[in-house]
């Protein structure tokens, strides 16, 4: 076993052996302590992933994927399921941050257990949700993704259902309810496609080759259904304002972060590569759905008057934005739309973060009884203003780069319709502004309102700890995007070369 | 029959799974007649179903044996698939008896005729899966059946329990009839009661007359096995008021002979023209209405008997590919039946995990109750709790029962390889409104209880059969294949 197989295997297996280890560990705090390092190791393991060679160094052109390190075992011959596993420009990105989520997450449940159960069980949870976000992000084989997928679920359906907010049971149920239907409607497009081809192998499957018409534009349309889901993609989002709303603060982190990111990963990855002539056929549609959920999105979090549910809405306008990216099926897009993945991951992440900070200290998330906390708590205040600006896609910060450049990639695809995207999406751009001004002019500024006053002006270590490598990041792909970028341009013009 | 002999050679090699389950019975018999112990009596019948099961695999693992031929038709096939059959129907005996200690030891429940009975009852599924003809098929199953209707009767006491006798004592009865009716009229129509005979001539003559009504009859008999919408009534009915025990070896040993058996005449007798319609059509009632009606459930065992009633639409869909002609080429036909197998395999596994953890939640005698008395049972009971949840997502095929959700990815992937694009969307959609009552269940295990009723331990044959079936699950969940390889055979 060479040792990229190695790393592959490890960040599955650690957190994986960690989540059973958390369990049986019988002091509570002895416990998350045991979570939180095993994620750290996760997080080592993932970063590894990129060290090694990354070249070509076959012979005729390179194939659409090409994973750094792979890993190939059979698992049941009889549903053409592999063990297969590889890491790439677009997957890696995705699982550092998965792994950074889950390790701040963790170390966040060591200071903080939410009311509802014991900290022990949820560390758990986050682990076996880490495992099945991982394994999404670095499976190969079409029903291997599948099966990580669907591994999500029930886990994230008890950490909302068991350590959220008062209307928890709900939010947690419509959660599981929409996003089975979206997975269900994966598997089914998974094998529309392995039926067809006969291998469900992504590495072959990537470019379409061997499909007909018929079968690409059914297996995309499913597909694309089952991530629109997930990323939620307007008007199928309607399950997640609650669920973040309701869910535990690490909880939302994890959803915002990167839950939505295996819908938009899997649309660039499985759907567009496998079938890349539906992706062709039914682009104009998903782009115009993509704006209106920037729109929508945009307009909802305007009127919007709860904290969290301010922020959950404006994951709806950005994830509008990646999907626009993808829609435009450029390479300038596909890049937007990665990196915005990423920049989403970080600053929701910090917000959901802060937000639930505001939350614990006041007892409301009510914008009418927060105002003035940069009397009482500056050093919070200019968090998440930092956040905030930088969600609102700032020049110089993360956000920036996937909001422009998708805007950018929509002019470039030229003609009428995707100029007028193009147009839209930058007035989308502006509301993001708008109500992200609105939200700090509301919370941080005039006179402390009852609840306000009664904050404490100081951050606990583990809070600090816990947000400063999101802050840091957050400025670190704003100033130097090739971060994201540098790795994710092979594999995105290996990709753009196949769609026909 | 002027130049056959009619002296046959038996091949009693492959006739000893059935030799094994018969003695059971008779051992139990004559334990309980000598012994008169209720310990003694108990672990002859689990000797026997163990001795049934290791017979079987060592059977099945040299190969397909043949006997009762008359020329190339034989009344007893003897394949891997059928070592399965009787394998799984051994182990499923041995899991009932397990949940049945409790019962047996302390209650009024005769022990010597409950497993005696029970062992009858295993005989007739050993010998369903390896029938080649429509009698041997017809006999096995009554076996299987007959004894179950004083099993279900057993709580003494109980108006529930013996309205739940006289409804499945009834119903069967008809259904028994309907099949024989249907098994009759093909006999008049082509002389032939061999079911591979049976496909032949149906196959080679088209349009026979009756074969569409005698078509109709044997598969709605069947229909009412497997507890298929509209045959379905009886079920949840028979199911609550039965001991729990037997109604955990109603839903799995039954319904498991009612699939082994449609399976038989419908993929070696009748033609698929004729029952692929019927039984795409019967699939999607039969997961249709369960899932739906299971929403309403208030009543534990009740929302698990709509829940089973379900999960048999499930295991038919793969045959409503038939329906079309691309569900009908070799291939697409051998995925579908290894497919139907499969999924009744890992249901079972599932069926019985939930049904085990039932009894080892309730007090000992008592019937499943209402889902208010559950509440928060997991909590106090973790370990219970979790091989519940683990059966529970197993059949709303999610992880952590990873063993549920091959099975769904099985029936898809058969259904897709059969051309029915739209049976697997109905699949998936009755996916999604069947995890509703099973999140229902299980946030119920695990909510806040305000009334705890301190937990008693449950007793250790119930426990030993949780923890060896819950096992077993895990390792389907991740070695699918084992399965997999042997239905198809």
């Given at each position: ?176 309810l929409?996003?089975l239907l979206?997975?269900v409607l994966?598997l089914v ?312 | ?222 229909g009412f096995?497997v507890a298929a919408v509209p045959f379905h009534a009886?079920a949840p ?18 319904k ?20 692929g319609p019927v039984l795409a059509g019967l699939a999607v009632l039969t997961m249709t209405v369960g899932n739906l009606v299971a929403l309403r459930q208030?009543?534990?065992?009740r929302l698990l008997a709509w829940s089973s009633v379900a999960q048999a639409g499930y295991i038919l869909a793969p045959l409503g590919a038939?329906a ?19 999924y009744?395999?890992?249901f ?47 059949l709303a095929g ?9 099975a769904k990815?099985?029936v898809v992937?058969?259904v897709?390889?059969?051309?029915a694009g739209w049976l697997a969307l109905v699949v998936a959609v009755n996916a999604v409104v069947g995890l509703a009552y099973y999140l229902r ?49």
């Amino acid at each position: 076993m060479s040792f990229g197989e190695f790393l592959l295997v490890a960040v599955l297996a650690l957190p994986a052996v960690g989540a059973v280890l958390v369990a049986a560990t019988p002091r509570d705090r002895a416990a998350r302590l045991v979570g939180t390092a095993v994620a750290g190791l996760t997080l080592v393991a993932a970063v590894l992933l990129a060290v090694g060679d990354r070249g070509w160094v076959g012979y005729g052109p390179a194939p659409a994927v090409l994973p750094w390190h792979r890993l190939d075992l059979p698992w049941v011959p009889g549903l053409d399921l592999r063990f297969h596993l590889g890491v790439d420009g677009l997957s890696w990105p995705l699982v550092v941050l998965t792994a950074l989520l889950t390790v701040l997450c963790c170390g966040y449940t060591v200071w903080r257990v939410p009311a509802g159960g014991s900290g022990r069980a949820l560390v758990a949870l986050l682990l076996v949700v880490e495992v099945g976000i991982l394994g999404t992000f670095l499976a190969l084989d079409l029903v291997l993704f599948f099966v990580f997928f669907e591994v999500v679920l029930l886990p994230m359906y008890a950490i909302i259902a068991g350590w959220g907010g008062d209307g928890r049971r709900r939010a947690a149920r419509r959660f599981a309810l929409y996003t089975l239907l979206g997975s269900v409607l994966l598997l089914v497009g998974v094998f529309v496609v392995v039926a067809d081809a006969g291998t469900a192998d992504v590495v072959a499957l990537t470019g379409g080759t061997g499909l007909s018409r018929g079968t690409q534009l059914a297996a995309f349309t499913l597909l694309a259904l089952a991530f629109a889901v997930k990323s939620p993609l307007w008007p199928l989002h309607s399950w997640l304002p609650d669920a973040h709303t309701q869910a535990p603060t690490v909880g939302s982190v994890i959803l915002a972060g990167v839950l939505l990111k295996m819908g938009t990963y899997g649309l660039v990855r499985m759907a567009v590569g496998v079938a890349p002539e539906g992706a062709r056929w039914a682009a104009p549609v998903l782009g115009v759905l993509a704006v209106a959920a920037i729109i929508v999105g945009s307009l909802v979090c305007l009127a919007q008057d709860d904290l969290k549910r301010l922020i959950a809405y404006s994951s709806v306008g950005h994830m509008g934005f990646v999907l626009l990216g993808v829609a435009t099926l450029t390479a300038t897009g596909i890049q937007a739309a990665l990196i915005g993945n990423i920049a989403h991951g970080v600053i929701t992440g910090l917000l959901f973060f802060l937000a639930g900070a505001i939350k614990d200290r006041t007892g409301t998330g009510s914008l009418a009884e927060l105002s003035g906390l940069r009397e009482t708590a500056p050093r919070l205040a200019g968090l998440l203003g930092f956040a905030a600006v930088a969600s609102l896609g700032l020049p110089g910060l993360a956000g920036f780069w996937g909001e422009a450049f998708a805007v950018v990639a929509a002019v470039q695809r030229g003609g009428g319709l995707w100029t007028t995207l193009a147009v839209l999406a930058a007035i989308g751009g502006a509301l993001t502004a708008a109500y992200f001004l609105r939200l700090l002019r509301q919370v941080t500024h005039g006179r402390p309102t009852p609840a306000v006053a009664r904050v404490a002006p100081g951050l606990a270590g583990a809070e600090l700890a816990a947000w400063t490598p999101l802050v840091l990041l957050a400025l670190a792909v704003g100033l130097v995007p090739a971060l994201v970028l540098g790795y994710a341009t092979a594999p995105v013009d290996a990709l753009t070369a196949v769609l026909p | 029959m002027g130049g056959m002999s009619l002296v046959q050679s038996v091949d009693n090699v492959a006739l000893l799974p059935a030799y094994l389950a018969a003695g059971t019975a008779v051992l139990v018999l004559l334990a309980d007649l000598l012994l008169a112990r209720a310990g003694a009596t108990v672990a002859v019948a689990a000797a026997g179903a163990i001795a049934t099961v290791a017979g079987a695999a060592a059977v099945g693992a040299v190969g397909t044996r043949r006997t009762f031929c008359v020329g190339g038709d034989c009344s007893w096939v003897f394949d891997a698939r059928a070592a399965l059959v009787a394998a799984v129907f051994g182990l499923l005996t041995l899991g009932v008896l397990g949940l049945s200690g409790p019962l047996l030891g302390t209650g009024p429940t005769p022990v010597g005729e409950y497993c005696f009975l029970l062992a009858c009852s295993m005989t007739g599924g050993v010998v369903l899966g390896a029938a080649g003809d429509l009698i041997t098929l017809i006999v096995a199953l009554e076996t299987l059946t007959l004894p179950l209707y004083v099993l279900v009767g057993l709580r003494r006491g109980s108006l529930a329990s013996a309205e739940a006798a006289v409804t499945f004592f009834v119903v069967s009865v008809v259904a028994t009839t309907l099949t024989l009716l249907g098994a009759a009229l093909l006999y008049a129509v082509t002389g032939a009661l061999h079911l591979d005979r049976l496909g032949a001539l149906l196959g080679a003559a088209g349009d026979l007359p009756l074969t569409t009504a005698a078509v109709a009859l044997v598969v709605a008999g069947l229909g009412f096995k497997v507890a298929a919408v509209p045959f379905h009534a009886w079920a949840p009915a028979t199911y609550d008021g039965a001991p729990l025990p037997v109604a955990a070896y109603l839903s799995t040993a039954s319904k498991l002979g009612g699939v082994v058996a449609l399976l038989a005449v419908v993929q070696r007798a009748l033609p698929a023209e004729v029952t692929g319609p019927v039984l795409a059509g019967l699939a999607v009632l039969t997961m249709t209405v369960g899932n739906l009606v299971a929403l309403r459930q208030r009543r534990t065992v009740r929302l698990l008997a709509w829940s089973s009633v379900a999960q048999a639409g499930y295991i038919l869909a793969p045959l409503g590919a038939l329906a079309l002609a691309t569900g009908r080429t070799a291939d697409a036909r051998a995925t579908a039946y290894a497919a139907v197998v499969a999924y009744a395999v890992f249901f079972v596994a599932l069926e019985l995990v939930a049904f085990a953890a039932l009894v080892a939640l309730r007090p000992v005698g008592t019937d499943g109750g209402t889902l208010d008395d559950l509440r928060g049972a997991a909590r106090r009971q973790p370990w219970i709790g979790a091989a519940f949840v683990l059966a529970l997502t197993g059949l709303a095929g999610l992880p952590p029962g990873l063993a549920g959700l091959f099975a769904k990815v099985i029936v898809v992937r058969s259904v897709l390889d059969g051309g029915a694009g739209w049976l697997a969307l109905v699949v998936a959609v009755n996916a999604v409104v069947g995890l509703a009552y099973y999140l229902r269940l299980t946030a119920v295990l695990y909510a806040d209880a305000a009334h705890a009723v301190p937990a008693g331990r449950p007793a250790w044959p119930v426990s030993a059969a949780l923890a060896v079936a819950t096992a077993v699950t895990v390792v389907l969940g991740f070695a699918p294949q084992l399965v997999l390889a042997l239905a198809a055979g």
